[in-house]
Structures are given as structure tokens and as C-alpha cells.
T-cell receptor
């Protein structure tokens, strides 16, 4: 079965440090790829998506992700963490049309002052 | 922007009760989804629907059913609630094919005693 794996259920960084959240998918067929963010007591919001074209995708709040087909990865980065970035982040993939997404386990990001 | 509204943010029910979770979207999106969110497991798809009166099983449909009588409304039903159904339930709506972007509701946290 196709799946999405996020390495690290908890990531802690200092304010101003680089944020790197890892995501890998399990298929030789590249899917559409997404990162969503969930702030406390809220639903999920789309950060960015990769469908086709440029492999480096820029999203909201200074986040970006790079699709690497050879590594089946779609890691999320931000050059400088802000306290407001503390949230849970979900990587998701879709191999079909019609919006059906497969989610990773989630990574809780903590930003320390 | 599409808005997805879940009628109940917090519910407490007793084992064996019938539970209805309601979800309404305010745009004309064909696709609607119910996910369950548990720590360390990410989001798992329970049921989805691509059209009125149409439903498809997701990855964990056991113990659940759904109803979609109108395009804007998608209900999740727990016929006889059990303690292992204590969880956060997220409804989402989306437009396919291709873009696969989902808009999520704020979630319904269900506790079954």
C-alpha cells in the first residue's frame, strides 16, 4: 500500500534556527504532495503543494519544500524559525484524482526562545 | 474561500449511544471526507463522498457509516459508540481532480465514556 512517512514525531528548534521536517513517500509513481499545518484547537491549513513543474515549492509563512523523485522525499524547510511556527505539521500525498489524501503521522514542532 | 463547519466542537457520549457528527460546506465542492486524527497515527480516512447519495469506504470504516443527502452536508454516524472511538474527527471538502487541495473544518473532539 502507498504510504507517507514523517521522520520524527517531535522536532525542537531555537527561535531563528533552521526548521527541517522530513517526509518520504512509498511509491515509484510520484504523487501530488502537500504540507498542512495544524495550530492548537484548529483544523488543518494548507502550507504548500507540489503537483507538477518546479520541484522547489514556496508556501505561506516563509516555508518551502523540495520534491526529490530520486529520494522519494518532500522535506519542509524554513530558514529561520519563529515562535508562531509552533504547531503540528502533516505531510500528505495523493496518487489519485478527486482529492483523496494519504497523511503522514505528523510532526510536532516546538520553537524555543 | 471554502468554509467547512463542523456543528459540534466537543461531545461526550456513553458507550452504546448513537452519535451524529455533522459537517457543512458553503461552496459547491463535490468531494467531502471524514478523517480521524489520533496522536502518532496522523489522519486516517474513514469515509468519503464524491457526490450526493454516494459514499466510499476509506481505510478505517469499521464502526462508522455516513450520509450525504445534500451536496453541502456530509454526516458521520457512529451506530453504537465505543471507547476506542474516542478521537478527534475532521471533516474536509475539496475539488478534484488534479489539485487535490482540501479545506478542513475545525474538528469535533469526541469522548466516549
Amino acid at each position: 500500500a502507498q504510504s507517507v512517512t514523517q521522520l520524527g514525531s517531535h522536532v525542537s528548534v531555537s527561535e531563528g534556527a533552521l526548521v527541517l521536517l522530513r517526509c518520504n513517500y512509498s511509491s515509484s509513481v510520484p504523487p501530488y504532495l502537500f504540507w498542512y499545518v495544524q495550530y492548537p484547537n484548529q483544523g488543518l491549513q494548507l502550507l504548500l503543494k507540489y503537483t507538477t513543474g518546479a520541484t522547489l515549492v514556496k508556501g505561506i509563512n516563509g516555508f518551502e519544500a523540495e520534491f526529490k523523485k530520486s529520494e522519494t522525499s518532500f522535506h519542509l524547510t524554513k530558514p529561520s524559525a519563529h515562535m508562531s511556527d509552533a504547531a503540528e505539521y502533516f505531510c500528505a500525498a495523493s496518487w489519485t484524482s478527486g482529492s483523496r489524501l494519504t497523511f503522514g503521522e505528523g510532526t510536532q514542532l516546538t520553537v524555543n526562545p | 474561500d471554502v468554509k467547512v463547519t463542523q456543528s459540534s466542537r466537543y461531545l461526550v457520549k456513553r458507550t452504546g449511544e448513537k452519535v451524529f457528527l455533522e459537517c457543512v460546506q458553503d461552496m459547491d465542492h463535490e468531494n467531502m471526507f471524514w478523517y480521524r486524527q489520533d496522536p502518532g497515527l496522523g489522519l486516517r480516512l474513514i469515509y468519503f463522498s464524491y457526490d450526493v447519495k454516494m459514499k466510499e469506504k476509506g481505510d478505517i470504516p469499521e464502526g462508522y457509516s455516513v450520509s450525504r443527502e445534500k451536496k453541502e452536508r456530509f454526516s458521520l454516524i457512529l451506530e453504537s459508540a465505543s471507547t476506542n472511538q474516542t478521537s478527534m474527527y475532521l471533516c474536509a471538502a475539496g475539488v478534484g481532480p488534479g489539485a487535490n487541495v482540501l479545506t478542513f473544518g475545525a474538528g469535533s473532539r469526541l469522548t466516549v465514556l
